[in-house]
């Protein structure tokens, strides 16, 4: 078996794309989106005829440019492509939340109901869709009345064991800490590179990979953002690791041996405290982190961003029309 053939027998991986050839051809078990990755496939002329589908169904909503409209093309285009995705894939999509309502725990809460409502007129289970919220102390907030309801949760941008933690005790579906972002912050602080098992991002997820497991926590442990494929071999056996198209070929192509390096077993074995992540706590472990607040923060803006810019090119759409 090729090396990513033997990363499917210990850990469930994800496409990280939002292009339906990258997903036909590597076959994973489910699919994460965002507003980087729709912005990178929306600007491609194969994917124009779903821009135009998703301005169709809310032109005739009698809406003007720049008074919802706009807000609402976005979603119905987040949807539609989530609807083609599962198509392809047998399990379940990630679709996010506005970052502009990272702050907001009700409008996070009122956003994922109506996309998920959006779904379901489509004819899509709320089984099979991860709504992503940013995870910061009020999007976790949100996860915890959403999962009360049946919508599962996939925690984003995520940095820390504390917001790992407090996840966990929201009870969201899964979490996805991001490796690579990590060790781009420490390889700039620093002022050199991390290897193998070294390297901050790994060190970080394997630590929340621990505790969780340590403590019995349902939520999924979902390693994203990866830079290299060195970094996803060393977490072999997390529970899901979702991967970029470049990264999924990169594996593919090789036939180097994959060793599981993190299981249950050997979480039990860990000598790890469990967190108090009431509010008070958790901004105190937040604020006492400089790599997690300035990633998140910085995670946050960036999405925001990106989705302005997609904002601008519907806008540009709309007016042509």
């Known amino acids: ?14 496409a990280d794309t939002g292009d339906f050839e990258s997903i036909r051809q590597f ?23 779903l821009l135009e589908q998703a301005i169709a169904e809310n032109e005739k909503c009698g809406l003007h440019v720049g008074h919802g409209l706009i807000d609402r093309v976005i979603d ?3 949807v539609i492509f989530g609807c083609e995705i599962l198509k ?31 779904y379901e007129k489509k004819n899509v289970g709320r089984e099979r869709i991860l709504i992503k919220i940013a995870s910061t102390w009020e999007g976790i907030q949100a996860a915890k009345v959403l999962e009360k309801e049946g919508i599962h949760t996939n925690m984003t941008l995520l940095f820390s064991l504390a917001q790992a933690a407090a996840a966990a005790e929201a009870n969201a579906t899964l979490i996805s800490p991001f490796v690579g972002r990590i060790l781009d912050w420490y ?47 060393e977490l072999a056996g997390c529970d899901l690791l979702t991967i970029s198209p470049n990264l999924l070929a990169e ?3 090789s036939n180097a041996p994959v060793v599981r390096k993190l299981s249950p077993e050997s979480a039990a074995h860990e000598n790890i405290q469990r967190l108090d992540v009431s509010e008070k706590h958790f901004r105190w472990l937040m ?23 997609l904002a601008r090119i519907i806008e540009g759409e709309l007016l042509e029309t």
């Open 287 to 309: 604020n006492g982190n400089p790599m997690a607040n300035e990633k998140l923060a910085e995670g946050i803006r960036l999405f925001d961003a990106d989705t302005s810019k």
């Open 76 to 78: 119905s285009l987040l």
């Open 1 to 14: 078996m090729n090396s990513l053939e033997q990363l499917k027998q210990v850990t469930k991986v994800v």
């Open 27 to 49: 076959s994973p078990l489910d699919s994460t989106t965002n507003p980087t990755l729709i912005l990178k496939a929306v600007q491609q002329e194969k994917y124009m005829p």
């Open 251 to 253: 594996l593919a192509k």
């Open 88 to 118: 392809i894939i047998p399990g379940r999509v990630s679709t996010e939340v506005s970052a502009s309502l990272s702050f907001d725990t009700e409008a996070t809460i009122a956003k994922a109901r109506a996309i998920i409502g959006m």
């Open 187 to 233: 390889k700039q602080n620093a002022g050199h590179d991390f290897k193998g098992a070294d390297d901050p991002g790994v060190q970080s997820v394997t630590m929340i990979y621990n505790y969780y497991k340590k403590f019995g926590c349902k939520t999924e442990v979902m390693g994203a953002s990866f830079r290299n494929t060195g970094e996803i071999v």
